[in-house]
C-alpha cells in the first residue's frame, strides 16, 4: 500500500515539473504587439444589445450607426408625449452632460422614439429644445423603428391600441443604454439613475 502511494505521488511531482516547464517556456509577458483574444459575449451572458440602424434626425437628415462611431453613446427610447418617465430620463442625461464640462464632447446622446407615428421630424425639433443642445432625436418608418427597438432589446406598445384617439399613452422599458466607441453595450441605467452617478460610470469609461 505505501508502495502505491509512493508511485502516485512521484507521478504527480513529475508532471507539476513537466506543466511548470511547458509555461514557463511558452508563456512570454503580454506586449503592445501581442494579440488579446475577446470570448464571444454569449459565453459570458452578455446581452447582445444595439446594431445597425437608419433613422432620420430632428432636422430631416438620414443617420445610421456609422455616423456616431468613435463616440461614447448615451441611448434612451421613450417618446416626445410621455408626461414623467422620459423627461425624467432625458433630464437627467442632460444634467450629467452639464456637469461632464468639456468631456461632454466626447458623448453623444441619443433619443429614439418609439412613437414615429407623432413624433416626426418638426415635432422632434422643437421636444430638443429642452434639453442638452447636443441631443440627436431620432425616428423613422414604423418598420425601422421596430427594428432598432429589437436590436436594443426595447420594450414599446400602445396603452390604448383599437387607434380610435391620437391621445395615447405608450407603455415601455425605460433604459439608458451607454454604448463605447465603437457601438458596442456597456451599461445600462434607469431613468432615475442620477446625474452623479451616470456621470461617474461615464468618467471611468473616458
Known amino acids: 500500500m505505501r508502495f502505491i502511494v509512493f508511485m502516485i505521488g512521484l507521478i504527480c511531482i513529475g ?11 511558452n508563456s512570454e509577458p503580454l506586449g503592445a504587439d501581442t494579440p488579446v ?11 447582445h444589445i ?12 438620414p443617420r445610421t450607426d456609422a455616423d456616431f462611431k468613435g463616440k461614447i453613446l448615451l441611448v434612451y427610447f421613450g417618446y416626445s408625449f410621455c408626461p414623467d418617465i422620459c423627461p425624467s430620463a432625458l433630464y437627467n442625461m442632460s444634467q450629467t452632460l452639464e456637469a461632464l464640462g468639456p468631456l461632454a464632447k466626447e458623448i453623444q446622446p441619443l433619443f429614439i422614439t418609439i412613437d414615429p407615428t407623432r413624433d416626426t421630424v418638426g415635432h422632434l425639433a422643437r421636444y430638443r429644445e429642452n434639453y442638452y443642445p447636443n441631443f440627436v432625436m431620432l425616428t423613422g418608418s414604423e418598420e425601422q423603428i ?33 454604448m463605447d466607441r465603437q457601438g458596442r453595450f456597456i451599461a445600462h441605467f434607469n431613468h432615475l439613475t442620477s446625474p452623479k452617478e451616470l456621470k461617474d460610470a461615464l468618467i471611468k469609461i473616458l
Open 37 to 47: 483574444i475577446v470570448f464571444q459575449e454569449k459565453e459570458y451572458g452578455i446581452p
Open 15 to 25: 508532471s507539476a515539473g513537466w506543466l511548470g516547464y511547458i509555461y514557463t517556456h
Open 50 to 61: 444595439g446594431g445597425a440602424f437608419s433613422l432620420i434626425d430632428q432636422d430631416g437628415h
Open 146 to 178: 421596430q427594428k432598432v427597438m429589437k436590436a436594443y432589446k426595447v420594450h414599446g406598445a400602445k396603452v390604448s391600441p383599437d387607434g380610435t384617439t391620437t391621445e395615447y399613452l405608450m407603455d415601455h422599458s425605460s433604459i439608458i443604454y451607454i
